[in-house]
C-alpha cells in the first residue's frame, strides 16, 4: 500500500554531515518514531486487505479496485443496501450525469 521508505531504513547517523550530540539524539528519536509508524502502517494494510477480501470480494475483482480503492469506496458508501439501484448510487457518488439544459450534459 504505502511504499516503506528503504533509505530510511538503511540510513545510519553516521553518514550524516557533522551533528551535534543533541541534534543526533533528536535525530535519532525521530527515525525510531518513523519506523514505528511504518510498522504500523503495515498492520493497518494487512486489516484493510483482510477486510477487503473477506467481505467485499467482489469488488476486489475489479479491475483498478483494490485493497485501498476498497477501502474508501466503503467508507464512502457505508451501507449499500440503503441505494434501491445502481442508478442511486451513482448520484450519490457524484458520478451520474444529468441533463439540465437540452443542450449541455453535467455531471453531479
Given at each position: 500500500?504505502?511504499p516503506k ?6 540510513a545510519?547517523?553516521d553518514?550524516?554531515s ?12 525521530l527515525?525510531?518514531?518513523l519506523k514505528i509508524?511504518g510498522?504500523?502502517t503495515?498492520e493497518i494494510?494487512?486489516e484493510?486487505e483482510?477486510?477487503?477480501?473477506k467481505d ?7 479491475p ?9 469506496l466503503?467508507?464512502?458508501v457505508?451501507?449499500?443496501d ?6 442511486q448510487l451513482?448520484k450519490?457518488?457524484g458520478i451520474?450525469?444529468r ?6 450534459l453535467?455531471?453531479?
Amino acid at each position: 500500500m504505502i511504499p516503506k521508505p528503504k533509505w530510511l531504513l538503511d540510513a545510519r547517523i553516521d553518514d550524516l554531515s557533522p551533528v551535534s550530540e543533541i541534534e543526533r539524539k533528536h535525530i535519532e528519536r525521530l527515525v525510531s518514531r518513523l519506523k514505528i509508524i511504518g510498522a504500523q502502517t503495515g498492520e493497518i494494510d494487512k486489516e484493510l486487505e483482510n477486510i477487503s477480501e473477506k467481505d467485499y470480494p467482489y469488488l476486489t475483482t475489479c479491475p483498478g479496485c483494490g485493497t485501498l480503492t476498497t477501502s474508501k469506496l466503503i467508507a464512502y458508501v457505508k451501507d449499500i443496501d440503503r441505494f434501491k439501484t445502481e442508478k442511486q448510487l451513482a448520484k450519490y457518488a457524484g458520478i451520474a450525469p444529468r441533463k439540465s439544459d437540452p443542450n449541455i450534459l453535467f455531471f453531479k
